[in-house]
Every structure is written in C-alpha cells, then in structure tokens.
C-alpha cells in the first residue's frame, strides 16, 4: 500500500510538473489560432452582408385591362351576332336589344349617311319603306332635304338665267359702242357746223352775205346740236341698259348662292340630326365593341335571353397585350430602406410560390404622398415567367406579397446599430 501511494504521489508530481509548465509550442499554436479565428471573425462581419426584406401588399394589373360592356337598356337580346372568345373589331356589333326598329334597317342608312358627300352633284336616295322606329322623323327630313338639294342641283334656274343675261350683254355692248361712235360723229359736225354758222355771221355783218344765208346756217347749227344731244342721250341710256344687265348677273349669282348655302345648310343639319338619331339608338339598344379585341360571354349568351340596365353584358381583351404594372403600398415605417432599383420579389395568391415560383421586378417609382396605407410603388415586372420556369398569364388583375430587397447591410454594421444608437440617445444627451 505504501509503494502504491508512493506511485501515485510521484504520478502527481509529473502531472503537476507538466500542467504548471505546459509546453511552449502547444502555448504558441494555441494562441495562433484562437486570434486567427477571432481575427477571422472580425473581418467577417465586416465583410459578409445580407439585405433586408420588406413585404407589402401588391397588385398586378394590366396596362389595358378589359372593358366591359354594360347595358343601357332593359329588354331581351334580339340579335347576338358574335360567339364567346371571337375576335371583333372596333365599333363592331355584338348584340342588340328589343327595340321597334330592325337592325339591317338602321344599319343600312346609317351606311347611306355615311356615304353622303355634298358637292354639287345630285344624291341618290334609298328606298322609303324601312322599319326604323323613333330614326323615322329624322329620315323623313334628310329626304325632303335631298329632294330639295337635288331639284336645285338639276333644275340650275340660276344658271340658266344667268345664261340668258350674259347673253344679251353682247349686244348692248355693241348697241353702246354704235351709239358712241354717232356721239363723236356728233361732235365732229357740230364743230363743223359751228364753224360754218360763225364764218357766215362774219360775211353777214360784214354785209356779203344775207340774213336768210345766215338763217339757214344757224338752222344746221340747231339741227346738229339736237342730233348730238339725241345721240348722247340714246349712249347714256344704252350704258344703263348694259349696266342693268350686269346687275341682274351679280343679283342672280348672290340669289343663287344664298340659296344654295341653305339648301346645303339644311341638307348638312338634317344629315347631322339623322346621325344623332342613328347613334342615340346605338347607345340604347345595340351593345357594341369600343376596340379590337376578343369578346368573352359573361351574363348574355343566348338571343332572347333577357338584360337589364347597367348589366355587365361582355368583356372586350385587347389582341395586343400591353405590359402589366405592379403597384405596391410600402408601410411607412419601412419607407426609408425602399429605393428607386430595389429587386422585389412578388408572390402571387393565386399561385402558390412552393409550386410555381415567383416573379421577379424592379421598384421603379416611389410616391411622394402616402395615404393611410402607406406609399404607393410602381414596380415592373422583368417577366412573366416565375422562377421555377412557369409563366403566368397577367391579362387580369391578381393579388399577392411583394418582398422589396433592400440595400445589403454588414453583420457589423447591424451589431454596432443598437450601440451607436444607446450611445447617441443616451451618452452623448
């Protein structure tokens, strides 16, 4: 027993001894590492970074969302001209409510309006038989328009008396120029005459020449001046002949162009109240397509079945789809991480982001309002196709959870935040 205590004590010396002097190299390697990781560390939080995520509530829409085609009048579908999921083109007919009128009736001058052009030709009419309702009055006047327009478009009363006085301004342009040419004819033997009659009275004072000589030259004197005086009163009143015909042109030509700017005045106006008319009856009754698009079915499908006012009756989709946008409402408590390029994730409702992945934006624009929501952000979609491959059609509006990524922070900076903030707050105040 005493050997065996003797053992162990010199074991504990040896243990003592080694234990209270370790050795240098186990000392040195020890320590190495331990900085290495501490230093290792260190670095690292400065070094690895990671972002925040900030979730919202997002809504998905089209840019051209579909327009809907509401009823404006309660009865049953008279006609249904297209089938769910055709094409259609603008202002196209899609189906038309019980009304007095037939459709082909209306369509049919409503085609004839359209086709009127007002320029100085006549215009053919259409049959009067039609079955167009309450269109029938306005119908009636653009025909009486018509036929007023077209009589004085063919009868030309105008014109053909216009004919006629230009026709008569020849001669009394001719009569004129005769008549003028007697007046200077005039004036030459009245000169003439005046001369002889003086040159007589010379002989005659001087006692040559008898006072029945000089009697006689006074006499062609007078006759000569009567003649003239004749011929310039039969000038003046050629001029006045040919200037009157020249005003029965001019007041002709105003007559005629008074009278036409109200024939055409009226023909206008009866047009343009027929086409008030026409489309007044499309707004109530007809059910029409305002772009190209396809038509989806949604409370009407069938002829005679019935609507009522302010009834969804269609959808029109545009064949063009346009891009989507995405608006998102940013919480304010989280509005001073959000940027304009932050990438978003968008989860969908209606699509489980466990099967089919999510899509993946860019925040484009920020409000600089917020409402009781939050701001308002605009974000696009780089795709349609999810991450997992698959592509989700966005011509509806769809719900769901954008995650904006934030700017990428340190470890550090994230520790040291609580202190720099204690120290801010309560050191430094």
């Not at 707004?283 to 609507?307: C, H, M, R």
Request: proline residues 3%.
């Amino acid at each position: 027993m005493k050997s065996l205590g003797k053992m162990k004590n010199a074991y504990s010396d040896d243990v003592k001894d080694i234990l209270s002097m370790p050795p240098s190299s186990l000392t040195r390697w020890g320590s190495t590492v331990i900085f290495i990781i501490i230093v290792t560390l260190t670095v690292g939080c400065f070094i690895i970074k990671y972002p925040d995520t900030i979730s919202c509530q997002a809504t998905i829409s089209p840019n051209d969302p579909p327009i809907w085609i509401v009823s404006k009048y309660t009865g049953k579908i008279k006609n249904l001209y297209v089938k769910d999921q055709q094409h259609v083109n603008k202002d196209e007919i899609i189906a038309v409510i019980e009304n007095p009128a037939e459709t082909k009736d209306v369509l049919t001058i409503d085609s004839f309006t359209k086709s009127i052009k007002i320029n100085e030709t006549p215009i053919n009419t259409i049959k009067k038989d039609l079955q167009i309702g309450d269109i029938q009055e306005s119908y009636n006047n653009l025909l009486k328009s018509i036929i007023n327009y077209n009589n004085f478009i063919n009868n030309n009363l105008y014109d053909q008396q216009i004919t006629a006085q230009e026709k008569q301004i020849k001669p009394y342009n001719d009569y004129v120029s005769s008549v003028a040419k007697q007046v200077e004819l005039g004036n030459k033997q009245n000169s003439i005459e005046t001369v002889n009659y003086q040159r007589e009275k010379d002989l005659h004072d001087k006692g040559l020449t008898s006072t029945a000589d000089l009697e006689n030259e006074e006499k062609n004197l007078i006759n000569t001046q009567i003649n003239l005086a004749q011929a310039k009163s039969t000038l003046a009143n050629a001029k006045i002949q040919a200037a009157t015909v020249e005003s029965n042109i001019s007041e002709l030509q105003v007559r005629k162009e008074q009278e036409r700017r109200d024939i055409t005045t009226t023909l206008e106006n009866a047009v343009k109240s027929l086409k008030n008319s026409i489309t007044t009856w499309k707004q109530t009754f007809a059910l029409i397509s305002p772009i190209d698009g396809i038509v989806s079915y949604n409370n009407v499908w069938k002829e005679n079945q019935t609507i009522s006012q302010g009834e969804k009756a269609f959808a029109i989709t545009r064949t063009n789809k346009s891009s989507c946008i995405v608006k998102a409402k940013i919480p304010i408590t989280g509005i001073g991480k959000v940027r304009k390029g932050n990438k978003v994730n968008i989860i969908l409702d209606g699509y489980p982001h466990m099967e089919f992945g999510y899509l993946k934006g860019e925040v484009l624009s920020i409000s600089p309002m917020f409402d009781d929501n939050g701001y308002t952000a605009t974000i696009d979609i780089k795709s349609e196709t999810t991450t997992y491959g698959k592509k989700i059609p966005l011509d509806k509006t769809l719900a769901g959870t954008a995650e904006i990524i934030t700017d990428d922070l340190s470890i550090a900076i994230r520790l040291l935040a609580p202190l720099r903030y204690f120290f801010k707050h309560n050191i430094e105040t």
